[in-house]
Structures are given as structure tokens and as C-alpha cells.
């Protein structure tokens, strides 16, 4: 199956009926296409579409290729000032944008991002957009942390090995939460079952738990916090109405630099590489090059994998923590 759904491309043609874009037009790529009339569909919710065809989701093949057959409004064109290389950075930005959504964020408010993987950091960004004066990111890996610091976060927080409850109370200390009762809202971008627990006791009364990652099916869940607190809390899943231009619009107008990202690119080749890189740990987005796209010398990373790194960070992962 061929993989890839985060692509940007330039248009080569276009079907009769097509105004809206022409040959040469430089496009984000939205990889999903939904049935527009079922239920969800015409209640404004196509990313709940039970007929969705969604890139590099079986039997449907990815984005990684030479060439990409779209619906038109579902290939936005990008302003000059965003380059093909954010424009492929739009898709886990929709995604961060419709997790923010979901959580209601208002201007001033605190906001807890468990996870600092390129979803979690982009949620931050977001909600910083959106005016969020607290932006507290959270994960197991310093280096991660320290990344998130220089993107978007006001503070970072380092989960211990200790019970939610204790890490939840340590992090509401170390971000000036006590008084606001915690965090106004807690995006779960990590779908760890430790952090998702700790969420719900880091969650204020009556604050919003937004789950925007994915980990297991079924954890062990806090839902006596929730009840008590009267969280509001919500599931998100890709991205929908509005989405897509939102993402556009915050990147082009510089609320967003998803520049800082992207680790840098490689030829098409080299695709393999790339992925393993990614594993390693020790990068956040590698571009790859389409096949059809001439690579600079420049742009080339050192794809070597170190075998010791790849081995630490999946041991990293299954205890959860990134996503
Ligand atoms: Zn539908």
C-alpha cells in the first residue's frame, strides 16, 4: 500500500467544470474525501463520514507518489508567502486546529498539552493563536520539552514516575495553576493512559478534556474527576468544516511557523531512511521529496540511523508519552 497523507503539491490539470485552480497553482492537499450526503456529511461533519476515503487508510493508497488525483475543494490553494514545504505541514496543523476547536479555548485561559509530538506542539501553537495566556506542555523526554519551550510553550513540565494525582498536583504547582483550580482546559495529544488520567486531575472544575490522541482501546479511566468536576470532555478525529483554511490562514499570516518543524528534506529515495529517522527519535518531520521533484544538495540530511537511539526511543514510546 502506498503511504502518505500530510502533501502539498503543484496542480497539473484540471477537469472541465474546475474554476477555481488552474495548471501551475501550488496547493495543501486535504487527504480525506467524504461521500457529502450522509448524515454527518450534511450536518456539517464530513470527517464523521462512514464512506470517508481517507489516504494511506486501507484499501485507499497515500499521498506518496508522483501524482494525486483530488476533488478541487479539497486542494486549497496556498498564498505566495507559504511555501510547498508548509503546505504539506498543513495536514497535522488541521488536525491540531480541530482539537483546539473542540476545546473551546477562550483569550487568557490555561491550557495543558500532554504529549510534546508534532500534534501536542501544534495544539500549543494553536491555542496560542486562539489567545490562550498558558500554554504548559507535558511529556517524558527533556529534549522534547525543550523544543516545546522555544516553539509556543510559557512553561513545560516533566511527567515523574509517580501516580497521576501526584504529577497532576506537582504540575498545577509548577505552572501557577493552584489558584485558577487547575488548568482551564487539558488536551490529551499522547493517548497514554498515564497522561490521560493525570488530565483529569489536572482539569479544573468545570474546565474542557479534549482526547486528540490515540493509544489503547480501553484504559483505566478517572471518571469519578469528571463527574465531581463536571468537565465537559470530548473526542476529536482528524479535522472538518473550516479546518483546513484556518490552518492555511495561521501559517500565512506567521501565528504559526510550522518551519521550525521540519528537520529537512530528502529525495524520494531516501524515503525509507526518512521513516527511520522519524522512529529514532532524534527529529520531528522529514519531507520527503516527490519523485517527481529535484531534491537540492542543500536540503540533503544525514540519514544515517543510529541503531542504540531507534532502540531508547520505541523503548520510550511503549511507555507512552509521545505522539
Ligand atoms: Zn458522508
Redesign the pocket.
Known sequence: MVLGHESAGTVVSVGNAVTSLKAGDRVALEPGY?????S??LSGH?NL???MRFAATPPYDGTLTGFWTAPSDFCYKLPENVSLQEGALIEPLAVAVHITKQGNIQPGQSVVIMGAGPVGLLCGAVAKAYGASKVIAVDIVQSKLDFAKSFTATHTYLSQRVSPEENARNLIEAADLVENGGADCVIDASGAEPSIQASLHIVRMGGTYVQGGMGKDNITFPIMALCLKEVTAKGSFRYGSGDYKLAIDLVASGKVDVKKLVNGVVPFKKAEEAFQKVKEGQVIKILIAGPNEKVEESEGLDTSVDEKKLKENEKASAAGGCC
Open positions: 467524504p461521500c457529502r450526503r450522509c454527518p456529511c464530513y463520514c462512514p464512506d
